[in-house]
């Protein structure tokens, strides 16, 4: 069975960068695409990228500028930074991996969230 | 990017009645449409992908139908673990986006 766990810091300065970790277990990181997807506390869901076991990725344009999703197959990990937070980007983050070889979802596993708090 | 609209925002229902949960779609997305199910504090539930495929070990009275930018799912009687918020997620077109959610309530 697979499993995903989110990791890092809980609480993050204004204009600092969001670092988060996901660790898949019970499967390879191989032949997947593996995104994270965030919810603000009380709201919807929004997709913020994609990486994939070679390296290559997909942002949301409306992140893009700030978002970098990296992966680690030796690790079976892959991560996630957001540069310059605000409080905007106060939410539970999820990592999830992609149903077969789709790119855009859905998704089949998820992680069980990791809420991220930005403030001072 | 495409918009989906879920409708209604809630909806009040009894265990063992029938629920119809609504997602439109801003453009056609084909049949690249999926529903998730969120309990409170915990990650959403793939259920229904592409349009009206079962994901793997969910159970019969969850049901897909639609096409182009008007989808429906239903819950044929609902059990009392079915009650939470539904979310329907298009692949068609980058970037990926989900609807605002229904939440089913007793």
């Known amino acids: 069975q697979v499993q995903l766990q989110e990791s890092g810091p809980g609480l993050v300065k204004p204009s600092e960068t969001l670092s988060l970790t996901c660790t898949v277990s019970?499967?390879?990181?191989?032949?997947?695409?593996w995104s994270w997807v965030r919810q603000p506390p009380g709201e919807g869901l929004e997709w913020i990228g994609y990486?994939?076991?070679?390296?290559?990725?997909n942002y949301n344009p409306s992140l893009k500028s700030r978002v970098t999703i990296s992966v680690d197959t030796s690790k079976n990990q892959f991560s996630l930074k957001l540069s310059a937070v605000t409080a905007a980007d106060t939410a539970v983050y999820y990592c999830?991996?992609?149903?077969?070889?789709?790119?855009?979802?859905?998704?089949?596993?998820w992680g069980q969230g990791s809420l991220v708090i930005v403030s001072s | 990017e495409i918009v989906l609209t879920q409708s209604p925002a809630t909806l009040s229902l009894s265990p063992g009645e029938r629920a119809t949960l609504s997602c439109r779609a801003s453009q056609s997305v084909s049949n690249y449409l999926a529903w998730y199910q969120q309990k409170r504090d915990q990650a959403p539930r793939l259920l229904i992908y592409d349009t009206s495929n079962r994901a793997t070990g969910i159970p019969a009275r969850f049901s897909g139908s639609g096409s182009a930018t008007d989808f429906t799912l239903t819950i044929s009687s609902l059990e009392p673990e079915d009650f939470a918020v539904y979310y329907c997620q298009q692949r068609y077109s980058w970037p990926p986006t989900f609807g605002g959610g229904t939440k089913v309530e007793i």
């Open positions: 999830a991996r992609g149903l077969r070889a789709y790119t855009y979802g859905p998704w089949d596993y």
């Open positions: 990486v994939f076991y070679t390296g290559s990725t």
């Open positions: 019970g499967g390879s990181i191989s032949n997947y695409y």
